[in-house]
């Protein structure tokens, strides 16, 4: 009897469902959800099942998780990968590295960039047209060319120890690459843009009237920007860090090209563990790991952007 | 020394090649609605940008009861403004926007409450305190934009065109309420508009800019009555201009051939009369009398009915109340009339 109820649920759901789906224009509406099953969810739960696989040698480099032999069905999966990663300090510290590098240069990519993105928002349109422009002509080079040419700055024999060494401030030529100084001065020319953006998107609606209207009512200019214009560029200011902050975590080819031995970053490691060691497992997991850790603020910054964007409708 | 409450004094401003304002004198006197008229483009809007201290002048001073205020920066000076928009900040409620002013003068909690309060009660905002400033109607918001400036209690408020966001309906009523509010307050008005029956029916007294320069100041009755040049007349209300000629010691109307009698000064070269001192009278047959027209266009408009009469191929306006006595209701289009107004009424100027 209850089968046959929840048989008679299921039809019923079904059949609602392709009411549903009929009525609502299919293709359209579930285009974007195929790209993310196929290309987010899809590649997301492999890495999870390797995840939780014992690696071995071979290829690929883990034992199956379901096998079928004469023992019958068997799951042969583990969680001392994430045991095994949690017990280690080195990942924890390249992950809080990771962490503190993304905090640094999204800092001062908001401190470099609110002051572009007010100017440029407040220039006259043809000017704004060319700053723009400006602004995203860097993304027609690859971006690993650009980092490259950073490299080529900053080294030994670099233009910028050349210039230092002919003026005569320096005799030897100063180490500027490999340290982690190089690598957020990468991250933070990198990114920037991102960071400027969504901020100009802001700041270009501001009506400046509103900055007259402190003025006059006897807010002198810090009391303005702190009242009036920060708290109204806010969802600027989220959007332009989560999108520097979030890859940032992740990043391994700046601190591949640029970083040297004196810190190790989250991104990297995962790449050594996947390319160097072979530990596809490991990798995952690290990767699995740092995904849980990093949906949480990003969740909650989601809400409070939602909350706030809603709030000013 | 005999002061006034606000002289500016010599005001030029330029923006790159245009000139904004050509040596601008005006004396605003203490407690009087004052209005800046003039079409867009005229630099009325730059001179009250000036005088609440948004733009500096290129030459000129701004004194307010004698003290030089040209160089103060907006946040210190003793005025507030109302803009055209409101400009009231979208991510605080009506009585934060209120309070905003007040907090950077470091008054006591008490002392902010009390007039907030205040002014709540004074322009009727209770229960919307806790509103955004989005979630309420025009007119609300315009008064809560009038509250963040009264609650600071400037010696001067400049409002830049007060009423030209509300609809018609509230803008009439919101008129009487802003002079009654003037009249309580006794704070001293500036006010910028290119409405001219709002600078009328608002102003103790008003100027009319053109092109960066002052053309008249006065009373609304002085500018209405007796204007300095055609385009004065022509701005405000409707005005008939007629040539004047002087033939053999008689002063003519040029386009009526009609004689003005009685006159001292004899050296003028325009005259205005307004279309309401104009009457007609529907005539059957032809009379002996030369001030006689047709009637090109009929406007019915409620109380009073607009006529555009033509004679000797020019035309003037004739506006007539529709009273139960008048009888003007009669005249049909391309009537022949006969119009009459008296020498009085005759503005006789120079341009």
Redesign the interface.
Known sequence: MIKLNSNLMIHQYFCLMIRYLKKQNFWFVFTPYFWLVLFFFIPLALIFKISISVSEWGMPPYRDLFSLSEDGFKIDSTLSNYLFIFSDPFYIRSYLNSLSLAFTSTILCLVIGYPIAFYVAKSQANIRIILLVLLIIPFWTSFLLRVYAWKVLLQGSGIINSILIHLGFITEPISMLHNHYAVILGVVYTYLPFMILPLYGYLVKF?L??I?????????PV?TFL??IL??SLPGIIAGSMLVFIPVVGEFVIPEMLGGSDKLYFGKIIWDEFFVNRDWPVASALAMSGIVILVFPIVIFQLMYAKYNF??E | MSNSFLEIIDVTKRFGDILALDRVNLKIEKSEIFSLLGSSGCGKSTLLRIIAGFEKPDQGKILLEGNDITNLPPYIRPLNIMFQNYALFPHLNVTNNIKFGLKEENFSKQEINNRVNEILNLLELNGLEERKVNEISGGQQQRVALARCLVKKPKLLLLDEPLAALDKQLRIQTQFELVNLQNKLGITFIIVTHDQEEAISLSDRMTIMQNGEILQVGNPVEIYEKPKNTYIANFIGTANIFNILNKDNQIIIEELNYEIKNINNKNFNKCLIRPEKIDIKKIENQSDNSNVGIVKEIAYLGSYTKYLIEVNGIQFYSFMQNSLVSDNLQIKWDDKVEFKFNDSSIFLFND
Do not use: Y
């Open positions: 009506d009237n509103l007259d209207a402190a003025n006059d009512l006897g807010a002198k009391n009242k009036v708290p109204l709030k000013n």
